[in-house]
């Protein structure tokens, strides 16, 4: 849009604010630590024009199992009193399985520090204990063609995207997109986004070309290959980079790329979380993400490790692309932690450390996004001090 103001103004106007508490520090005082400093960010931040009398919906992940690197409780803590002093009533949801059985030991996310008495607020499974309270939309993406809202998020009249920003197989990595994509939505929808791309990897095998030389599972750098119990060639999407070896080493041109297929996944998660955000008025959604443990993996995995990275900080925005491309833009090679990545897994070349860890380049998501019209790419980091 052209203006009359000067052009360095109007390159601003087309930029959103992206809030920055650095975990940096400049003296041996907690004033100058995180947590007061992320209690400046928000109150910085006009949180009462956003829940002000607003039913609220925290939403995060919990993690699972006996990951310990999910958001602490603290920040969720400093984060309910600013939402509940703006006048907001507040509660966090996530999927169910959080809530019953972390699967080791009957370890839970209330193990974690994730109960009503510590948090301040009440804690729901998304789309209720049974996974049957939620929305139909009616989507046209592949296969994808219907996203099942969960109710606790359609119902709400706000939400705040708490995210915990880490690594991500398939995704390559996992922020506020898909804390919603994947964390808003049933399970069958979450299985329908999935089968973007298990309905096939994308490497296609010839059965009457190959002659089982092996040379392609032996070969592959991240064992996502294997063949099964009936000798045909099958690929874990999960681990597969899509570096294309196999194919390459192939001697009998039994192997081809019929399509990138994650592509497909990380759109139709753009596409859940567009849908997702259709349901609140404008300005009712605010962002924050956490560059704490940013781990190569998912906190679904059950699992922690140490972080790819020094951490960062927190960054809050209402800007969805704004905050993701931000945040990806601030974990740099440069600073990568070797012994974050179980021992046989290497990195590779990239743009982005994720996609050196998981061969699927990051900006992708945050790419389709913009393009989607969710928000501006184009951000200007506001840091707290
Ligand atoms: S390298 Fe090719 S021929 Fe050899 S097992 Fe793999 S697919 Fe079959
Ligand atoms: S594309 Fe690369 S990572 Fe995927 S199965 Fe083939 S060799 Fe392994």
Redesign the pocket.
């Given at each position: 849009m052209k203006t009359d103001k000067p052009d360095d103004e109007n390159k601003t106007i087309n930029k959103s604010i992206v809030k920055f508490a650095s975990v940096e520090f400049d003296k041996i005082d907690p004033d100058a630590t995180l947590p007061a400093k992320f209690d400046r960010l928000l109150k910085t931040t006009d949180l009462k024009k956003v829940v002000g009398d607003k039913v609220v919906a925290l939403k995060m992940h919990m993690g699972r199992g006996i990951g310990y690197t999910t958001i602490h409780p603290l920040f969720i803590k400093i984060l309910i009193r600013h939402i509940k002093e703006a006048g907001g009533r507040v509660f966090i949801t996530d999927v169910g399985p959080s809530f019953s059985s972390g699967g080791f030991n009957d370890l839970t996310s209330r193990d974690r520090g994730y109960s009503e008495d510590v948090l301040g607020a009440p804690i729901y499974p998304v789309s209720g204990v049974f996974d049957k309270y939620y929305y139909s939309k009616k989507v046209d993406f592949k296969n994808l063609d219907e996203i099942q809202i969960a109710g606790h998020i359609h119902d709400a009249e706000v939400m705040i995207d708490l995210s915990h920003f880490k690594g991500h197989g398939i995704s390559s990595y996992g922020g506020a997109l898909k804390n919603i994509a994947m964390g808003c939505v049933t399970a069958k929808t979450r299985g329908d986004m999935h089968s973007l791309h298990s309905g096939g990897s994308g490497i296609v095998?010839?059965e009457n070309?190959?002659?089982?030389?092996?040379?392609?599972?032996d070969?592959c750098r991240y064992k996502a290959n294997f063949?099964n119990d009936e000798n045909k060639?099958e690929v874990i999407i999960h681990d597969c980079t899509y570096c294309q070896h196999?194919i390459e080493?192939?001697?009998?041109?039994?192997?081809s790329l019929e399509s990138r297929n994650y592509l497909d996944f990380q759109e139709g998660m753009v596409i859940a979380t567009e849908e997702v955000l259709k349901t609140f008025n404008p300005g009712n959604v605010y962002y924050i993400n956490i560059l704490l443990s940013i781990t190569f993996i998912c906190d679904c995995w059950g699992m922690s490790a140490s972080s790819v990275v020094p951490d960062i900080g927190i960054l809050a925005s209402d800007d969805i692309v704004a905050i993701e491309k931000a945040s990806l833009d601030l974990i740099t090679p440069e600073n990568f932690n070797p012994k974050s990545l179980p021992k046989d897994k290497a990195l590779r070349e990239g743009r982005h450390l994720f996609e050196q860890i998981w061969g699927k380049d990051p900006y992708t998501q945050v790419e389709i996004a913009a393009r989607r019209g969710l928000g501006k790419p184009d951000y200007i980091i506001e840091e707290i001090k």
């Amino acid at each position: 849009m052209k203006t009359d103001k000067p052009d360095d103004e109007n390159k601003t106007i087309n930029k959103s604010i992206v809030k920055f508490a650095s975990v940096e520090f400049d003296k041996i005082d907690p004033d100058a630590t995180l947590p007061a400093k992320f209690d400046r960010l928000l109150k910085t931040t006009d949180l009462k024009k956003v829940v002000g009398d607003k039913v609220v919906a925290l939403k995060m992940h919990m993690g699972r199992g006996i990951g310990y690197t999910t958001i602490h409780p603290l920040f969720i803590k400093i984060l309910i009193r600013h939402i509940k002093e703006a006048g907001g009533r507040v509660f966090i949801t996530d999927v169910g399985p959080s809530f019953s059985s972390g699967g080791f030991n009957d370890l839970t996310s209330r193990d974690r520090g994730y109960s009503e008495d510590v948090l301040g607020a009440p804690i729901y499974p998304v789309s209720g204990v049974f996974d049957k309270y939620y929305y139909s939309k009616k989507v046209d993406f592949k296969n994808l063609d219907e996203i099942q809202i969960a109710g606790h998020i359609h119902d709400a009249e706000v939400m705040i995207d708490l995210s915990h920003f880490k690594g991500h197989g398939i995704s390559s990595y996992g922020g506020a997109l898909k804390n919603i994509a994947m964390g808003c939505v049933t399970a069958k929808t979450r299985g329908d986004m999935h089968s973007l791309h298990s309905g096939g990897s994308g490497i296609v095998w010839d059965e009457n070309l190959c002659d089982h030389c092996n040379k392609c599972v032996d070969e592959c750098r991240y064992k996502a290959n294997f063949f099964n119990d009936e000798n045909k060639y099958e690929v874990i999407i999960h681990d597969c980079t899509y570096c294309q070896h196999c194919i390459e080493i192939c001697p009998n041109s039994a192997l081809s790329l019929e399509s990138r297929n994650y592509l497909d996944f990380q759109e139709g998660m753009v596409i859940a979380t567009e849908e997702v955000l259709k349901t609140f008025n404008p300005g009712n959604v605010y962002y924050i993400n956490i560059l704490l443990s940013i781990t190569f993996i998912c906190d679904c995995w059950g699992m922690s490790a140490s972080s790819v990275v020094p951490d960062i900080g927190i960054l809050a925005s209402d800007d969805i692309v704004a905050i993701e491309k931000a945040s990806l833009d601030l974990i740099t090679p440069e600073n990568f932690n070797p012994k974050s990545l179980p021992k046989d897994k290497a990195l590779r070349e990239g743009r982005h450390l994720f996609e050196q860890i998981w061969g699927k380049d990051p900006y992708t998501q945050v790419e389709i996004a913009a393009r989607r019209g969710l928000g501006k790419p184009d951000y200007i980091i506001e840091e707290i001090k």
